[in-house]
């Protein structure tokens, strides 16, 4: 059996753009000659973060409750969001956790990066755990956003994941890395 190897692009055309992503068609050939038409969906990155605030009753982590228009459902999940275009995923993350929460950290680091979907997806998603969080603001919510913040305990946060308004993939995953960067077995 011969192992897979790397396939080149030798045309693309955007065939639509919808402001948050567009759809690209790539042809594409492999090293062993095979060649095929494939969909791609081209986003820009995105970040997300687990906030630790360090309470008298133990560490909790910062969530956020909101409405997503994918599910139709109220999702609860880190926060996070999109890194424009040339911004550092650090200084994004860091944004939109002030923005979505009034939460700044102490520290910010990087726990990991993931591909959303890598079979046709373009985009990155990355992680980052926020130490020491503390509020220094109220929120700055954009217009089309409605966001609840909840302290939870950190053991009941995990406990929550695939509950039904627990649902969001990429922020279970992020808690996976979070549980990697506090050296939690699994």
């Known amino acids: 059996m011969r192992k897979p ?18 759809v690209s068609e790539s042809e594409r050939e492999s090293e062993a000659g095979k060649r095929g038409t494939f969909y791609l969906v081209n986003s820009l990155d995105w970040a997300g973060v687990i906030p630790v ?6 560490r909790q982590l910062l969530m956020i409750r909101q409405y997503r228009h994918g599910t139709g459902r109220l999702c609860l999940e880190f926060p996070g969001g999109v890194i424009e275009r040339g911004e550092d995923p650090l200084l994004a993350v860091g944004r939109e956790l002030v923005e979505e929460t009034g939460y700044a950290p ?36 954009d217009e089309q956003e409605e966001i609840e913040v909840l302290l939870v305990p950190e053991r009941d946060a995990i406990d929550l994941v695939g509950a039904e308004d627990y649902g969001h993939a990429l922020m279970t995953a992020a808690l996976f890395l979070y549980m990697r960067y506090r050296g939690f077995s699994l």
Request: proline share 7%.
């Open 5 to 22: 190897g790397l396939w080149r692009e030798t045309a693309k055309r955007k065939l639509a753009d919808y402001r948050i992503f567009d």
């Open 106 to 141: 102490e520290m910010l680091l990087p726990i990991g990066d993931l591909s959303p979907n890598p079979a046709f997806m373009t985009n990155a998603f990355h992680a980052f755990v926020a130490e020491g969080c503390h509020c220094i603001r109220e929120q700055c919510l």
């Open 53 to 58: 605030v360090d309470t008298p009753m133990g």
